[in-house]
Nanobody, 113 residues
Framework: QLQASGGGLVQAGGSLRLSCAAS????????MRWYRQAPGKQRELVAS???????DYADSLKGRFTISRDNAKNTVYLQMNSLKPEDTAVYYC?????????WGQGTLVTVSS
């Protein structure tokens, strides 16, 4: 199971750091990802990082969000800076394994104007 944390209420321009850790030992993690789903919208991919450390971001978020991982801890992070009200959403972590896909329960990020 994945446990996401770090969400909360922040003013526009502020920062938050999300974390997602796996409970128990997990092998064969191909990539780790963050998705988000805003009210009334489809879930979208925010960022991803491969086992080798290659990162990718949604075009609209490049320069503000940074994904990183700690392989030893099976943990992925999402540093979010210069937050905007349109970043308000439930953020979900996702581990893509070679044999399965794991989802976290989601953590709510609310950005006030």
């Amino acid at each position: 199971q994945l446990q996401a944390s770090g969400g909360g209420l922040v003013q526009a321009g502020g920062s938050l750091r999300l974390s997602c850790a796996a409970s128990g030992r997990i092998f064969g993690i191909n990539s780790m990802r963050w998705y988000r789903q805003a009210p009334g919208k489809q879930r979208e991919l925010v960022a991803s990082i491969t086992s080798g450390g290659t990162t990718d971001y949604a075009d609209s978020l490049k320069g503000r969000f940074t994904i990183s991982r700690d392989n030893a801890k099976n943990t992925v992070y999402l540093q979010m800076n210069s937050l905007k009200p349109e970043d308000t959403a439930v953020y979900y972590c996702n581990f893509l394994l070679y044999t399965a896909t794991l989802w976290g329960q989601g953590t709510l990020v609310t950005v006030s104007s």
